[in-house]
């Protein structure tokens, strides 16, 4: 019996170093996903193509050439690039912050679409572009700090 | 002529009531929350100004609304992921202070962990 504790103990004693040190070497927290490089590209993709067509529409809006009809192509693509990048961010774990911002992003370009079948008026195309760049750009600016948390070295 | 939105008082409530929220993450963000939160104020004080000139209806004003709600629930959603990537470098950091300190008692130049 006493035999038996001296072995646990002595067993103890050389195991409890290895423990802390793997404990220690691994330990790292993560509390956000990674920096996803897709995410930004196609972020700043979609502003490009937003910015394209807003420029577009301040020329064109109120004439016939600015009707919702001729511009039905670029909410479709818009559509399929932001259920792209949905599913990306839903992908990934621990970046449930990301997805909702892709989420409010979807739905408002949803709205933009259902106001232009009423007609866009070319008075309200800068103020359109100001909150799509503003949604864009938090998007990229919590993907860029994923980034640097990263590089800092301070993620392992 | 309406009443003109009081931007600065607005900002302070917003300042305050983000800063409430995020607490001891808030002084990282601040600079940063006060320029979006700005931002979205003048924005509303122009939908207003469009609208009180018939520049555009009802509804018009209340899209452009919502697209500066979600611009807004995105800034927010930023502010809230920064402080916790400052947490998440801060405890790091720290970690790393205590990984040091075990392989300096080692010596040697030993890296064990």
Known sequence: MKKSRVIRYTLWQCVWPIVLFATIGCLSVRLMAEYDRRIDDGITELQKKTEGFLIKMERIAETPEGAYAKHIDFYDEVKVDLSALKVRADAIALNDLTSQQVGYLQDSFRKLEEQHKKGLKAVMIESIRQSFHTQFTTILKLEVAKKRNSAEGKRK | ?113
């Open chain 2, 1 to 113: 002529m309406p009443h003109k939105i009081d931007t600065d008082a607005l900002l302070k409530k917003m300042l305050a009531a983000a800063g409430g929220v995020l607490q001891e993450r808030w002084p990282r963000v601040k600079d940063y929350a006060e320029i979006e939160f700005r931002k979205l104020l003048i924005q509303a004080e122009h939908i207003k100004k469009l609208k009180f000139e018939k520049k555009i209806t009802k509804d018009e004003a209340r899209l452009l609304m919502d697209l500066q709600r979600n611009a807004m629930r995105s800034v927010l959603l930023t502010l809230e992921g920064l402080g916790i990537l400052t947490v998440e470098a801060a405890t790091n950091a720290a970690l790393d202070v205590v990984r040091d300190a075990v392989n300096t008692a080692v010596g040697r130049g030993w890296k064990i962990v």
